[in-house]
């Protein structure tokens, strides 16, 4: 009975508790506590949540393929979208993980393509060029067919570091080379809002 | 394109990684924001943690059976805790769920039986004793070996409802029952502990 005793005392071996605990603690959001109580949760409803999630994570764990073309995540390589034709072929919008390609999407409001870089550069975590999707993404811009590429890495000092130097690569593809725009998010309070982005916002005002 | 637009361009179907993450938002504790981040982090990590815990998932649902005589989980019915020569077979401790149990497992102050009760009465959610396991518990309290039955059901209106309906169920059983004390929790400040505590502690006061 020692602290970590979460279930069938010592009981363990195949069917044990202690190893699907452990196993759910990893997932983000989750700890040790949660874990125990994800895992009681699950063994409450096996036919209508516990199966169906194991076989979800074996199936989608088999299917889903990374996109030769933009590293997006998918059933299909090439993925949905680089292989769509109501998408515009023109545009590349850049991000920096798949999560982030994701958000574009519910946005609704681009209907480029993708370029998912898996990270951005850190000197921190010893991320550098050649650790991201950067020498496919210079082959895809130097296409005839590519006119803009918009970066939408994160607006933090490694995403825009890693912008900046996709910009000064991509500097001689021809290629029109775009970032979001900065300013007050749609709903927020000035009161709340950093320093930082209330100085883009008043850099970049507008006449009204 | 819609709101709920997760992952793949519509292209749903097996391994559709929309089914995993509504699969993953039903755990506690995981949202559908959470559920998305915990799919992308299992899919950047499919051997070492998806699989495994896709097989876990489905070991775990197909092994694990609730104890017929405490219902506790385990893989052994009768559990490893009521088959155990080392546990003080006088004394049941009644738990309202199997979360209980393992919390009071981890304590390692306690070397008796358990009951799982499966749940408090609840008018609200139309919980009676019939829906609890408190037949077998009147059964198990008859038996010549037991002759304490420790109530430690939540501090909780339901809680404490529920305890004193067993009490006195179990008032011609020839069995002490007990309930676990109220006071201050070890390391807990006085200032910010709730009246109804306090009170508790103030009433229960020991001679030093």
Known sequence: MSKDYPATGGAGGPGGIEILIGLLSKLPGLGPRSARRAALFLLKRRESLMEPLARALMETSANIKTCSICHNLDVNDPCAICTSPKRDRSIICVVEEVGDLWAMERVASFSGLYHVLGGALSALD???????????????????????????????????????????????????????AHGVPVGGEIDYLDEGTLAAALKARKKL
């Open 126 to 180: 010893g991320i550098g060029p050649d650790d991201l999707a950067i020498g496919n993404l210079v082959r895809r811009a130097a296409s005839d067919d590519v006119s803009e590429v918009i970066l939408a890495t994160n607006a933090t000092v490694d995403g825009q570091t890693t912008a900046h130097y996709i910009a000064d690569v991509l500097a001689d593809a021809g290629v029109t080379i775009s970032g979001l």
